[in-house]
C-alpha cells in the first residue's frame, strides 16, 4: 500500500485548506470506482477525525441556540428588535462572537495532515472540472 502524505507542495496547508478538501471529497464520494472510493472514504474520515476540534467548538451552546430560535420567532427580520434582544442578551452573544472568531484564527493556522494520494488515472469518467478543482491538493499525475 502507498504511504501517506502531506497534501502535494507549493499548496498552502492551514485548517481552512482542509475543511475545503474534505468539502471536495464530500462532493465526489457518490462517484464510482472502488480504489477512488476507498481512497476517498479513508481520507474523509481522516479529516472528519482531524477536523473534530474545530467542529466542536463551531458548535453553539444550548443557551445560544433557544437564544437564536427566540429572536426568529420574536423578531424575524426586524433589525431593531434583534438589536434589543442581542443587547439584552449580550453576554450571550459575547461568547458566540468569541467562539467564531476563535474558529476564524484555527482556519488560518497552519496544519500537516497525512492523506492518500489519489492518481489522475484512479478518477471517475463522472467526475467534473469543479470536482477536480477541489480534489486538487491530494491529486497526482
Known amino acids: 500500500m502507498e504511504e501517506l502524505q502531506v497534501v502535494r507542495e507549493g499548496v498552502d496547508t492551514t485548517v ?4 475545503d478538501l474534505l468539502a471536495g471529497l464530500y462532493s465526489v464520494q457518490q462517484l464510482p470506482g472502488l480504489k477512488f472510493a476507498l481512497k476517498v472514504d479513508e ?25 437564536a430560535e427566540r429572536v426568529r ?4 427580520n426586524d433589525p431593531e428588535k434583534r438589536k434589543k434582544l442581542e443587547e439584552e442578551n449580550k453576554e450571550l452573544v ?11 484564527e484555527m482556519l488560518a493556522e497552519p496544519k500537516e495532515i497525512q492523506l492518500r494520494k489519489i492518481y489522475v488515472s484512479e478518477l471517475p469518467k463522472e467526475i467534473n472540472a469543479a470536482q477536480i478543482k477541489a480534489l486538487k491538493p491530494i491529486l497526482l499525475s
Open 73 to 76: 420567532n420574536e423578531a424575524g
Open 94 to 104: 459575547d461568547h458566540r462572537v468569541e467562539q467564531i472568531e476563535t474558529a476564524r
Open 16 to 19: 481552512q485548506t482542509y475543511v
Open 43 to 67: 481520507n474523509i474520515q481522516k479529516l472528519e477525525s482531524e477536523l473534530a476540534p474545530l467542529n466542536k467548538l463551531m458548535e453553539p451552546t444550548p443557551e445560544f441556540e433557544a437564544f
